[in-house]
Structure formats: C-alpha cells, structure tokens
Nanobody, 112 residues
Framework: GQLVQSGGGLVQPGESLTLTCEAS????????MKWYRELPGKGRELVAE????????DYADFVKGRFTISRDNGKKTVSLQMDGLRSEDTAMYYC??????WGQGAQVTVSA
C-alpha cells in the first residue's frame, strides 16, 4: 500500500490550506484514516481521525473548530482542511492509514 500527499506550503496567520492524501494498494474504504503532525524537536501528534465510512470524526483539542477532516472513498482520498492557521500550527503533516502506511509528509509553515 501507498499514501501520496499533496498540499502544504507557506501561509500567513489566519489563512487556509488543504492537505490531501491519495491511497493505493489497499482497501481504503475499510479503514479509519488519520492526520498527524510533527513539530520541530518533538514527536508526532494526532491531529484528526475519520472513520472508514466518514461518519465519525475526532479532533485534537488544539485544532477543534479550525480543521476539518474528510474523505472520498470513491477517489480513495482523505483531506485536511485547515482554516484559521496559527504560527503554532507550523509542522510537518502526515497522513496515516492502516498498519504502518504513512504519507511522505508535507510542510506547513504559518508565518507573517
């Protein structure tokens, strides 16, 4: 299986970005999907999770109300819409599937 990410970049505080992760090589619709982030000098932390059918969404407290996770099982994609970005959201973001399937990571930098 493979997860290929797109999106990320440099934005100013308050702006938005969308990250997308496209899956292949496994039955995407059967599995929960997650987004993690890794801050410089720290381990990876869970940002959001979506159930296999997209009906159950969970968010870390630090992104609730600002980030939205979604998925399209027909296209085998999972997305993270990030609104109201803050400087403390600056991190490398990773999507994760079942087993040890990780995306390659995308840098998100929020700076004025």
């Amino acid at each position: 299986g493979q997860l290929v990410q797109s999106g990320g970049g440099l934005v100013q505080p308050g702006e938005s970005l969308t990250l997308t992760c496209e899956a292949s090589g496994f039955d995407f619709a059967f599995y929960n999907m997650k987004w993690y982030r890794e801050l410089p000098g720290k381990g990876r932390e869970l940002v959001a999770e979506i159930s296999s059918d997209g009906t159950k969404l969970d968010y870390a407290d630090f992104v609730k109300g600002r980030f939205t996770i979604s998925r399209d099982n027909g296209k085998k994609t999972v997305s993270l819409q990030m609104d109201g970005l803050r400087s403390e959201d600056t991190a490398m973001y990773y999507c994760k599937g079942p087993w040890n399937y990780w995306g390659q990571g995308a840098q998100v930098t929020v700076s004025a």
